[in-house]
């Protein structure tokens, strides 16, 4: 079989092309820090990357949703602490005016129950994010309103109820919030509030006809909060598996997309050795007149 020189200078052309395609992959993942550029590199890879990616992301929606999940649950588990105080202070007043040496003062203790009964709606207004945390799914309207001559608090007549769930895994949801319904019995406390308020003013205050009732309306709200901080430590236990699974993730998709430096160093190097090589055993091989002519 003859070979002829235009065969050798295309073979000779065919394998500088290909070492030059080879140096200029090679320097453009040493730019990017990426092995593979565009899908046709490597499709399996690419593919692998592709399916990589969409799981981060959707990990990292549910790390979200876990952050804001314990954020509500958190302010919920405090605010329920927050009110808890304030019922304690009710009860104290209760205890000081069931003794005799107080009865002068029936009228201040109802002046400073009112008081009580102010503070204890706006902590049921309590927002977060700007949504209030006890109107169930009603999140956007004012749960409870004292009405203008002091005598009840109304409920928000779309509701106060509702659990609110944030997704955390497939098919996986936890609950955050504790409604005002649930959490604060609806408006059965501020009810027994204004009785005792009215009871303190006219001077008839018996605190056995109150204390039972308001000790189990103290015990429900202190169980309620206790529940809103077992979401918030849940919340906070799958964020932190989430962080982890998002590092492991990223480190994974490193592994199979980035440029080993060293390596591609290493290869670049090589590549240019051959190059220079080829381009010099070229030079010795080729006629002179037919590398002019490919010129």
């Known amino acids: ?133 006890f109107g169930g799914t009603h999140t956007t309207d004012q749960p409870f309103t004292l009405n203008s001559d002091r005598t009840a608090v109304i409920a928000n007549p779309d509701g106060i109820d509702g659990d609110i769930r944030y997704p955390l895994g497939e098919g996986i949801a936890q609950q955050a919030n504790i409604s005002g319904e649930e959490g604060l019995m609806g408006t059965a406390i501020f009810e027994l509030v204004i009785q005792i308020r009215d009871s303190l003013k006219t ?41 982890e699974q998002e590092l492991q993730l990223k480190q994974y998709m490193s592994v199979i997309q980035d440029t080993d430096v060293a390596e591609a160093t290493m290869k670049l190097k090589h590549e240019e050795v051959m190059l220079d090589a080829a381009l010099n055993t070229g030079g010795r091989i080729i006629p002179k007149s037919l590398l002019d002519f490919l010129r």
Not at 215 to 240: I, T
């Open 1 to 133: 079989m003859r070979i002829t020189e235009g065969t050798i200078a295309g073979n000779y052309l065919y394998a500088v092309g290909r070492s030059r395609e080879r140096i200029v992959q090679l320097q453009t993942q040493l730019a990017s820090g990426k092995k593979i550029l565009k899908s046709s590199d490597d499709p399996q890879v690419a593919g692998s990357v592709m399916r990589l990616s969409e799981s981060l992301k959707q990990r990292q929606q549910f790390y979200n949703n876990a952050i804001e999940g314990q954020g509500v649950a958190d302010t919920t588990a405090m605010t329920l602490g927050q009110f808890s105080d304030v019922l304690i202070s009710v009860k104290d007043l209760m205890v000081r005016a069931s003794s005799t040496a107080y009865v002068a003062d029936m009228n201040t203790f109802g002046e400073r129950a009112d008081q009580y009964l102010s503070e204890l709606v706006d902590i049921a207004n309590t927002t977060f994010s700007g949504k209030y945390i």
């Open 203 to 243: 001077g008839d205050f018996k605190a056995t006809d109150f204390l039972p009732q308001f000790e189990d309306a103290m015990e429900h709200v202190l169980n309620k909060s206790s529940y809103a901080a077992s979401f918030a430590e849940h919340f906070q236990a799958v964020a932190d598996n989430l962080n």
